[in-house]
């Protein structure tokens, strides 16, 4: 292996071939979970320069680890193990990150280090956003990524991220690379003059194809989730509606860059924080708004009282700091963590033991409103309607829990700032809990789970057995598409693996799927759908083998079997 890390400090220059394993540690280590070995972390800072890695680890025949903000929370861009056919390489691509708006900014080709965050900035003055606003975008997560996972999040009317139109490299059956131009822009033949014009944004609107018959975000999906009598869920990671080359690719393809649509900013939106203890008034709700109004709502998160108080009390730091610094210093903020982290001598979770102690000397950081809730009632949904479906919202809120367990009331533009933060800090609470508590802690079963638009009792009630071992049980998600996040944090001694398949086995018999928006990482199965999807792109098993506990062997076994069955 040393010939090819010579090459790729050739391509890169030294200082961007990491080796160490302190100098590595951050990208080896997944946010949440998963952590493995690698030859090499190498970080490109152009799209021919990437271009060049993933040839010469193609030629190489290691197995490739494309990982872009590392901010998963399923494992999947960070190795799992050291068992990689040929050895690992990661390439990280945050270095490589510009932008390119056409259309009047209708449309965004966005580069594999470009994170959301900075796509909403480059929107914002034409009055415009990306698929995802604040939750993703806070922590820095990247486009490229968002659409390989088919990500979700808070917005109702948009689906996953999805794209037809992308520029990736496909590793060949036969061990050779080829890059392929879907992205609907005409950029030439040559790869390495295709790469460098489209960085460098050299092409006009003539070289840019409208491609008014290829999806740039998922078009049915505004339809697709207001049919409430389906016995199928909304969205979900192994839905072949959303597979399509980069869209759903978990890094078994090479992508260098994907196009997609940017949305109208909604003006004068208002939201309307709910409250409840019974679960069925939430349903009612979801079913009415659904099935019935005009215009779909923005977001609806829902957050049970136990995921509210963790976030409330392992949350609060981060909270204050996005609310304070900003987003813009945020990345900065995440990045300086990932190096305390790999310095292994400070101690496992150092980091988050330091920023748990600020936390508890800032001051009390939620409106007395929501605190209120909180002690009225379990339930909390925070549902933000536009403009012109906020009678008829009033309307139905009033009448529903009018005699009802609920009330509501609706936000000031600062009180729902701080609500829809504080539900959004929650999937990093679970991770500091473990990090603060370790001695009590096995380890955290996250899940990520899509229940069938139709199920009308949402709410998961644990056998007794299984709730005596977890000692929060946190959920929260986005109720109106029926998408919720289940942390378990599971006591010392507990199987956390068993734990975890009891769970499956449970959601099995309610017909849900799973993962929903995370994707499978190295903590789901992939299921038969995602698995050929898999082989189909990535014939060679050469990009991220063994993702969804398939098998990391080349060609996937089949040069084996066919050699056992000769």
């Not at 056919?85 to 390439?91: E, L, N, S, Y």
């Not at 009033?398 to 600062?414: H, K, M, Q, R, V």
């Not at 507990?494 to 799973?514: I, M, N, T």
């Not at 199965?525 to 014939?539: M, Q, S, V, W």
């Amino acid at each position: 292996m040393s010939d090819l890390i010579a090459a790729l400090r050739v391509i890169v220059g030294p200082r961007h071939v990491l080796t160490g394993t302190q100098a590595t540690a951050r990208y080896r280590h997944g946010y949440r979970t998963g952590s493995g070995a690698a030859l090499a972390v190498v970080r490109p800072g152009s799209l021919v320069e990437q271009w060049r890695v993933a040839q010469a680890c193609v030629a190489a025949d290691v197995s490739i680890i494309m990982q872009a903000s590392n901010t998963g929370l399923t494992g999947g861009s960070t190795p799992d193990g050291e068992d990689y056919p040929g050895g690992c390489v990661i390439i990280s691509t945050t270095r490589i990150a510009g932008l390119h708006l056409i259309g009047d900014g209708r449309q965004a080709i966005c580069l594999p280090g470009t994170t959301l965050h900075s796509l909403e900035k480059a929107l914002a003055p034409l009055g415009r956003e990306p698929h995802s606003v604040i939750g993703s975008s806070c922590f820095g997560a990247s486009v490229v990524g968002g659409v390989c996972n088919n990500s979700g999040g808070s917005l109702v009317q948009r689906g996953p991220a999805f794209t037809q139109l992308s520029l990736h490299a496909v590793v060949g059956g036969d061990g050779t690379l080829r890059l392929v131009n879907h992205l609907g822009v005409a950029l030439g033949n040559d790869p390495e003059e295709m790469l460098r014009r489209l960085e460098q944004g050299d092409f006009d609107e003539g070289d840019v194809d409208p491609a008014v018959d290829r999806w740039a975000h998922d078009r049915a999906y505004a339809t697709h989730v207001r049919d409430i009598d389906s016995e199928t869920p909304a969205r979900f990671n192994a839905d072949s509606r959303c597979l399509f080359e980069a869209a759903g690719s978990a890094g078994k393809l090479i992508v260098f860059a994907v196009r997609l649509d940017s949305f109208a900013k909604e003006e004068g939106a208002a939201t309307f924080y709910i409250g409840t203890n019974d679960p069925a008034e939430l349903t009612a709700i979801r079913r009415a708004i659904l099935g019935h109004f005009a215009t779909l709502p923005i977001a609806g998160e829902y957050m049970h009282r136990d995921a509210f108080d963790i976030a409330d009390r392992y949350g609060k730091d981060m909270f204050v700091a996005i609310e304070r610094l900003g987003t813009d210093r945020l990345p900065r903020l995440f990045a300086l963590k990932s190096r305390v982290d790999g310095m292994r001598f400070l101690g496992e979770g150092f980091s988050d033991r330091m920023m748990q102690r600020i936390g508890r000397l800032l001051p009390d950081h939620l409106p007395p409103e929501m605190r209120h809730y909180r002690d009225r009632f379990a339930h909390h949904l925070l549902l933000k309607m536009p403009r012109l479906a906020l009678a008829e919202t009033r309307a139905l809120l009033s009448n529903l829990l009018a005699e009802g367990e609920g009330d509501y009331f609706e936000c000031t533009p600062e009180l729902a700032a701080k609500a829809f933060l504080h539900r959004f800090v929650t999937a990093g609470a679970a991770v500091r809990y473990r990090a603060v508590h370790r001695e009590q802690v096995a380890d955290i079963v996250p899940l990520d789970v899509a229940l069938p638009r139709n199920m009308l009792d949402w709410q998961e009630v644990l056998p007794p057995d299984l709730a005596a071992q977890s000692i929060h049980s946190l959920y929260y998600g986005h109720f109106l598409c029926h998408v919720f996040h289940q942390d378990y944090i599971v006591r010392k001694g507990v199987d956390p693996l068993a734990f975890e398949h009891r769970l499956w086995a449970l959601l099995d018999e309610r017909g849900a799927e799973y993962p929903a928006e995370h994707n499978v990482g190295h903590l789901y199965r992939a299921k038969p759908a995602l698995e050929g999807f898999y082989r189909h792109i990535d014939p060679r098993n050469q990009c991220n083998p063994g993702i969804g506990h398939t098998t990391r062997d080349r060609h996937w076994g089949d040069e084996q079997k066919e050699m056992a069955g000769s």
